[in-house]
């Protein structure tokens, strides 16, 4: 637990919960235990209580905890949630923090995302950890190679979960017809990436599409 001070001012509460452990479920997330609002009355400016969890790898008796590219992005990504929940500073708490429209809720954490790829970022703590050496030029660019590796069929993959979402939750008539025969037909719009069998997803799918538009204008 780390207790955040801005400008001399109380700012945040922040937990972490970074190795596996027994009853812990796996993955990675952000959570607010108390958000951020400002009382009517007094004036007091609530100050938020903010949680980011991780399943690093674990350290062993002769190695520190060894992150992979992934941990780290990953990390980023749920660090750009938690900077989000603690830097809030609106009135009322159901509109503080991450509490926002689902088409920008992703951009804090696409923007921390980015840095994973970043040398200077990267050379502030990425070193062999029995050299020191930091990582080198070579490496850094097959890490950028490889984020752009086949991402216009990522892209068209984000749509397909999009355009399958939009053709069930905007019905207003029940369905009595073949689900797969619908399914195609809704995709018929983009490229069919999605397999036939995925599950249907019970959230948004667009504000990770949104969030990479967002972060290239911004």
């Given at each position: 637990?780390?207790?955040?001070?801005?400008?001399?001012?109380f700012l945040a509460i922040l937990?972490?919960?970074?190795?596996?452990?027994?009853?812990?479920?796996?993955?990675?997330?952000?959570?607010?235990?108390?958000?951020?609002?400002?009382?009517?009355?007094?004036?007091?400016?609530?100050?938020?209580?903010?949680?980011?969890?991780?399943?690093?790898?674990?350290?062993?008796?002769?190695?520190?905890?060894?992150?992979?590219?992934?941990?780290?992005?990953?990390?980023?990504?749920?660090?750009?949630?938690?900077?989000?929940?603690?830097?809030?500073?609106?009135?009322?708490?159901?509109?503080?923090?991450?509490?926002?429209?689902?088409?920008?809720?992703?951009?804090?954490?696409?923007?921390?995302?980015?840095?994973?790829?970043?040398?200077?970022?990267?050379?502030?703590?990425?070193?062999?950890?029995?050299?020191?050496?930091?990582?080198?030029?070579?490496?850094?660019?097959?890490?950028?190679?490889?984020?752009?590796?086949?991402?216009?069929?990522?892209?068209?993959?984000?749509?397909?979960?999009?355009?399958?979402?939009?053709?069930?939750?905007?019905?207003?008539?029940?369905?009595?017809?073949?689900?797969?025969?619908?399914?195609?037909?809704?995709?018929?719009?983009?490229t069919n990436i999605a397999g036939?069998?995925?599950?249907?997803?019970?959230?948004?799918?667009?504000?990770?599409?949104?969030?990479?538009?967002?972060?290239?204008?911004?």
């Open positions: 637990m780390k207790c955040l001070i801005r400008m001399g001012r937990y972490t919960d970074f190795h596996p452990r027994l009853g812990k479920r796996a993955g990675a997330w952000m959570t607010s235990y108390k958000e951020q609002w400002i009382d009517k009355k007094t004036g007091e400016n609530s100050r938020p209580h903010i949680s980011v969890v991780m399943n690093f790898t674990k350290p062993t008796e002769n190695k520190p905890a060894l992150l992979t590219f992934n941990e780290v992005e990953t990390f980023l990504h749920e660090f750009g949630h938690s900077l989000h929940g603690m830097f809030a500073n609106s009135t009322y708490k159901s509109l503080s923090g991450t509490n926002v429209y689902w088409d920008f809720v992703e951009l804090p954490s696409q923007i921390m995302e980015n840095f994973a790829i970043e040398k200077d970022f990267l050379n502030t703590f990425a070193r062999h950890y029995q050299t020191g050496e930091v990582l080198p030029d070579e490496l850094i660019q097959r890490l950028v190679d490889a984020s752009n590796f086949n991402v216009a069929y990522a892209c068209l993959r984000q749509i397909s979960f999009g355009l399958l979402d939009m053709a069930w939750y905007t019905r207003n008539v029940p369905f009595e017809g073949d689900v797969k025969v619908y399914e195609q037909e809704a995709w018929k719009k983009g036939s069998e995925r599950n249907l997803y019970e959230y948004a799918v667009f504000p990770y599409l949104c969030r990479r538009i967002f972060c290239r204008i911004l």
